[in-house]
């Protein structure tokens, strides 16, 4: 199995920016697609962005498109998430997946078998 860890959150106002970044270990990183995930309190986690394991594809959540960017350094075995013009509305645990490529729905968490612990995220208005 792949091991996740998450880095980079932190206190933000709005407009700024941070870059989260998910360092993997364990069995070989660029088997796996990986995603970008958030939880915000009293909220059902939810999908951020989506990246296929050669970088050639990217999905992402309609309230991040435009403003975050999902990236990945296979040879650094790391995932990035750079967020850009930060709002209130995106504080939240964001966490980093990992999964097989398959035809399952990549926007549910339930399809990523392997989680990072989180890093909290948190933009002040």
């Known amino acids: 199995q792949v091991q996740l860890v998450e880095s980079g959150g932190g206190l933000v106002q709005a407009g700024g920016s941070l870059r989260l970044s998910c360092a993997a270990s364990?069995?070989?990183?660029?088997?796996?697609?990986m995603g970008w995930f958030r939880q915000a309190p009293g909220k059902e986690r939810e999908f951020v962005a989506r990246i296929s394991t050669n970088s050639i594809v990217t999905y992402y959540a309609d309230s991040v498109k435009g403003r975050f960017t999902i990236s990945r350094d296979n040879a650094a075995n790391t995932l990035y998430l750079q967020m850009n013009n930060l709002k209130p509305e995106d504080t939240a645990v964001y966490s980093c997946?990992?999964?097989?490529?398959?035809?399952?729905?990549?926007?549910?968490?339930?399809?990523?078998?392997?989680w990072g612990q989180g890093t909290q995220v948190t933009v002040s208005s």
């Open positions: 997946a990992a999964r097989i490529p398959s035809s399952g729905n990549y926007r549910d968490p339930r399809e990523y078998p392997y």
């Open positions: 364990g069995r070989t990183f660029s088997n796996y697609a």
